[in-house]
């Protein structure tokens, strides 16, 4: 006689007080529907023996459920939302995804797709600008965003970095972040750098009459983090940066409830430790949804194309899942209507150059921050004619032009065709 499996319940129907994961599992000389109980036992009310309260009524009620099993793996559990501390990312992740990464049951184990009940969503404010924010923020009605990243990403001095800056914003840049190891190094002091930068972006507004940003780094330890924040918005700054995975994600909780008034960009360092292998580990879909959740304005999807890994259907989907109040369920995600949180910005970044933009603008779509860092400050004719480029793409694409048709009569981005193409 098959022994029966405690936390599988193929008849299950989830309902809207239920938390759901979609896993995709590889059993290690079990069957599939054990090495699923395993998971689901483990994420929730079980343990590997039998213990002497485990059977209580009231405990049986908030243990999770495996409702669907495929034959390839992919199974969706269900977990109902009083098992979690309902604001509480590190807690609601530490059970779903948590100790189930190393059990033996499972030779590999990906979490690729969660939804929230409503329960849990009215717990945060979500993102607090989100696109249409953002955008009215800097000004941009309807073209997608053009930022760049300082580069060297390390090494400069403040007096380079904040010039470096200015030329960007001067040449068409909307924004200029920090990259993601740029802190407050002895060679460019945090304090130093924000004040100076700001000053630049101050100068860069009135000569060209166009908004600017400066996304400053403000990761660190979480105290020094918001004295950071704190001072950003004390000096007129716009945004702050953070380094969402490498921080953790109670300190983004700490940053958005925090409620500056400040638009948030998150940088995902560290992603690819989670995400890059497609049978183990974490999908970015998911560090995106409770990224939104929290409440980040913008964040790094991907490419598709340039330097980093990432293929651009996953990548469509991700920006899908971030900038759509309902998503509809598909075999490798799940249905989520996202009610009171808003839509965040995408960001594509890494490795670019104005030859990539066509790409993108074809397959992202305009509600998208390009951003380009070597592409920008490798142009032969320096910065400022780097930035220039970058803009005359996305120009020449709003127009329905080719890039070569429009470099015709546009030296910086013929420049940068010659060069990158």
């Not at 939804?115 to 009215?136: E, T």
């Not at 970095?161 to 914003?169: F, G, L, P, T």
């Not at 790409?359 to 004719?381: E, M, N, S, T, W």
Request: with cysteine; charged share 30%; glycine share 8%.
């Amino acid at each position: 006689m098959k022994k029966k499996l405690d936390f599988v319940d193929l008849k299950y129907k989830p309902d809207n007080t239920d938390l759901v994961c979609l896993f995709k599992i590889v059993p290690n000389k079990i069957s599939l529907e054990k090495a699923a109980n395993t998971v689901a036992l483990e994420s929730s009310v079980g343990t590997w023996t039998n213990v002497e309260r485990g059977k209580e009524d009231y405990v049986e009620k908030i243990k999770a459920r495996v409702f669907s099993i495929k034959k390839d793996g992919w199974i969706k559990i269900a977990y109902p939302q009083e098992l979690f501390e309902q604001d509480n990312v590190p807690n609601i992740l530490s059970s779903v995804a948590g100790n189930i990464f190393g059990m033996k049951a499972v030779k590999t184990i990906r979490l690729e797709d969660v939804r929230f009940p409503k329960g849990i969503l009215k717990s945060f404010k979500g993102p607090k600008y989100g696109i249409d924010g953002v955008r009215n923020l800097l000004k941009i009605k309807n073209r997608p965003l053009v930022g760049t990243i300082i580069k060297p990403k390390l090494g400069l001095n403040t007096k380079h970095h904040a010039e470096s800056a200015y030329e960007s914003w001067k040449g068409g840049c909307d924004i200029v972040k920090d990259d993601e190891n740029l802190s407050s190094q002895k060679f460019n002091i945090f304090e130093n750098r924000l004040a100076k930068t700001l000053e630049m972006a101050d100068k860069a507004e009135s000569e060209t009459g166009e908004k600017k940003g400066y996304l400053v780094n403000v990761t660190a330890e979480t105290k020094e983090m918001m004295k950071r924040a704190q001072l950003t918005e004390k000096m007129g700054g716009k945004y702050v940066m953070i380094d969402i995975l490498t921080s953790g994600w109670a300190a983004v909780q700490t940053l958005r409830e925090a409620n500056f008034k400040l638009a948030i960009h998150a940088h995902r360092a560290m992603h690819a430790a989670l995400d890059r292998n497609s049978e183990h580990g974490i999908s970015m879909i998911v560090i995106a949804d409770f990224a939104r959740l929290i409440g980040v304005d913008q964040i790094h999807i991907g490419t598709g194309i340039g330097k980093l890994e990432g293929d651009i259907k996953n990548i469509i989907q991700i920006k899908e899942d971030i900038v759509r109040m309902k998503v509809r369920e598909t075999k490798k995600r799940l249905q989520q209507n996202w009610m009171n949180i808003k839509p965040v910005m995408p960001v594509s970044s890494g490795g670019l150059h104005p030859g990539h933009i066509p790409f993108l603008i074809k397959h992202l779509g305009r509600d998208l921050i390009i951003q380009a860092g070597g592409g920008v400050h490798g142009h032969p004719f320096g910065t400022e004619a780097g930035a220039r480029a970058m803009r005359q793409a996305v120009d020449a694409v709003l127009k329905k032009k080719s890039l070569g048709e429009y470099a015709k009569t546009h030296i910086e981005l013929e420049e940068a065709i010659k060069k990158w193409n």
